[in-house]
């Protein structure tokens, strides 16, 4: 196989001898469903802003960021005269955050050498015109003459952030929505808490601080009312709508800083087990059902308890009020089973039948808890596998599908869900990697122990879902055309158990962009090359990195050059709680041998022999979360 440097150095050296050899498609990323290439370059030395394009804010900023990215390219030209840009919106009238839901996208684009002209229905259509006439700008500063007509394949186009496993202050959630809006990606899903941390400063309920992980001073990392809603209206500008996740059931722990009775199997230890039952895979149905909770530390909401889901009315009316999107997304994922026995000492006997009565009564709650929000209802695929309340649900839940691939898509489908997103783990989670050992497909788990360079700890390359993978990856192939029209988009995630802020970039950038690609462009891009494809993505990663200074990954990048096993924020401050226990294998950090020096079982699936716990937070290398920052990274040239 063609090594993608290599295949980017070659196009570069073509582009120095001769522009003109690139056609204007090869300068755009997402590819847009239709260009045409004028066979010709103009001499400019920068765009001016028509006069009577200058009524919707929103424009005027998009074209004062085109002009502050197109600046150094341009600094090459000897041209004398700017080339005009003017923009006509059909639709222009009060556009608002909540407006992105089901915009018209679309756009024209025409450069010439008399001007640029832009029509579009709303002003997203506009926005998105300004990012790829910036495109159209050559290395040299000459603008590739080009008729663009474009439209996106799908209408939902993901990217989720986990900033419960890990914080990241504004700047990082603000540079990468930047880079979301350059690769023409809409929805920014925010997993913004989880059972490790509650990065929320919500007045109503102050003693959740106390869970939000603490900077170098000692005060909680917490997102404000203010921040929140100044994200949101920054991801507006640029197209962005911010979906927030408010996680629950499974995943939520920190409940119980506002009231321990809101919260069952509190810091259950160890977290996961395998007494009692084993792990009854044939129904699917208890799928979750040995297990405690699916990582440290355990609690669940207590859906008995009446008070525990007023609380979460509460949090969904104001918390969810910062937000302008329609849809919230519930979570639902990993929920266990076990911890809604009546006694610690009976929860082995849990009956499954019996937690089916538990959720049918608690479902409907659910759902009015959004009804009475004015919220449209989403969760994680479990709520169709999981919970026996796939009948209770309405057929238009948004349905983030992780757990399976075209088939579950197809079976929520045929169950009559209208509005699939395609989120397969085991492709679209950008955390699995070398330092992350929960993404178990057979083919990540095959690499032998002997063969790992972190001495002691496990490291499997193979599960880097490295750009190809995903760019080649066909989300609708072998569903029914009804089912096609099911899915309305995918996401791509990033758990950030693994993550600190220095290496946030590169495991979003530039693999979101390539998924973009494939839901933007659907089949209007050029089929998959090993050297044109690559070299079209290297000319927008140098985008991402002058212009947005994202450090985005190099091409050839497996996450395999990490350095270290990083491990959930959550560690820094509980080392030696209880709650890290895990018979489980294996999390990032957890020393592969027991508690008497054996070697512990690391086959999917296996779990410890009884007695032996690994320990979660266990890490070769100790370090402070928050002595890693953003890395600026350094300009780098053009290639054409
Ligand atoms: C799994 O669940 C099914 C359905 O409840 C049951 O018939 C079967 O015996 C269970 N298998 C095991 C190994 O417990
Ligand atoms: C990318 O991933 C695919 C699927 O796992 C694999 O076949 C391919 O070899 C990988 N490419 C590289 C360069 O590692
Ligand atoms: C490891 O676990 C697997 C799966 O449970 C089991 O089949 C295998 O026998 C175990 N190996 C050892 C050495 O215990």
Redesign the pocket.
């Known amino acids: 196989m063609v090594s993608f440097r290599a295949a980017a150095a070659v196009f570069a050296f073509a582009g120095a001898v001769a522009a003109q050899s690139h056609a204007a498609g090869d300068y755009l990323w997402p590819y847009p469903a239709q260009v045409t290439d004028k066979k010709a370059l103009i001499s400019a030395r920068g765009f001016t802003l028509a006069d009577n394009s200058q009524n919707n804010e929103n424009v005027v900023a998009a074209f004062g960021r085109l002009q502050a990215s197109a600046r150094s390219r341009f600094s090459a030209s000897k041209a004398k005269n700017s080339l005009k840009v003017t923009v006509s919106i059909a639709k222009d009238e009060g556009f608002a955050a909540k407006d992105l839901v089901g915009a018209d996208e679309s756009y024209t684009l025409d450069v010439s050498s008399s001007g640029v002209n832009v029509k579009a229905n709303t002003q997203v259509g506009a926005i998105y015109a300004l990012q790829t006439l910036s495109q159209l700008v050559t290395s040299s500063g000459q603008v590739v003459a080009a008729t663009v007509n474009d439209a996106p394949a799908y209408a939902f186009r993901g990217l989720m952030l986990d900033t419960a496993r890990n914080f990241f202050p504004i700047e990082d959630i603000k540079r990468i929505i930047d880079g979301l809006a350059y690769s023409k990606i809409n929805v920014f899903h925010w997993h913004i808490y989880d059972s490790q941390s509650f990065p929320i400063d919500w007045p109503s309920y102050p003693q959740l601080k106390a869970t939000a992980f603490k900077d170098a001073n000692g005060n909680p990392k917490v997102y404000t009312e203010q921040d929140v809603r100044d994200i949101v209206q920054y991801a507006f500008q640029r197209n962005v709508r911010v979906i927030p996740e408010f996680e629950a059931i499974g995943h939520n722990a920190v409940f119980a800083a506002a009231n321990p009775s809101f919260v069952v199997g509190l810091n259950h230890a160890p977290w996961d087990g395998r007494n009692g039952d084993a792990n009854n895979v044939s129904t699917g149905a208890v799928m979750w059902g040995t297990q405690w909770c699916n990582q440290p530390p355990c609690g669940q909401i207590d859906l008995t308890n009446q008070a525990a889901l007023e609380f979460f009315n509460q949090l969904v009316a104001e918390v969810g009020a910062w937000f302008e999107d329609p849809i919230v997304h519930f979570g639902h994922d990993e929920f266990n089973y076990r911890v809604y026995g009546t006694t610690p000492d009976s929860w082995d006997s849990v009956d499954v039948n019996g937690i089916y009565e538990v959720m049918a009564q608690a479902e409907p709650k659910l759902l009015q808890i959004a009804e009475t929000n004015n919220k449209l209802y989403g969760a994680w695929d479990d709520i169709v596998t999981d919970f026996n309340v796939q009948n209770i649900i309405p057929k238009d839940t948004y349905i983030w599908n992780w757990q399976g691939d075209n088939s579950a898509i197809q079976n929520f489908a045929d169950q009559g869900f209208t509005n699939i997103i395609a989120s397969p783990s085991s492709v679209y989670y950008l955390d699995c990697s070398p330092t992350a050992r929960w993404c178990t497909s057979t083919f990540e788990r095959t690499v032998p122990d002997s063969a790992l360079n972190l001495p002691g700890y496990a490291t499997f390359p193979g599960q880097w879902h490295n750009w190809t993978f995903i760019y080649n990856y066909d989300t609708t192939a072998g569903l029914t055309d009804s089912a096609k029209k099911a899915v309305i988009g995918g996401s791509v995630a990033l758990w950030t158990e693994t993550i600190k802020r220095h290496n946030l970039d590169r495991y979003v950038f530039p693999r979101t962009s390539v998924f973009a690609e494939r839901y933007w462009s659907g089949h209007a891009a050029p089929a998959y090359d090993a050297v044109k494809t690559a070299a079209r993505l290297e000319r927008f990663r140098t985008t991402l990195i002058n212009e947005l200074q994202i450090a985005a990954a190099d091409l050839s990048y497996l996450g395999n050059q990490e350095g270290t096993v990083f491990r959930t924020e959550w560690c820094d401050a509980n080392l030696a709680t209880p709650g890290q226990k895990t018979h489980e294998c294996c999390f990032p950090g957890e020393p592969l041998t027991g508690h008497n020096g054996s070697p512990l ?1 690391t ?1 999917v ?3 410890f022999p009884t007695g032996d716990e690994a320990d979660y937070c266990k890490i070769a290398a100790s370090y402070n979360t928050n002595s890693f920052t953003h890395v600026v990274p350094k300009p780098t040239p053009y290639p054409y």
């Open positions: 079982n086959t699936g296996a779990h």
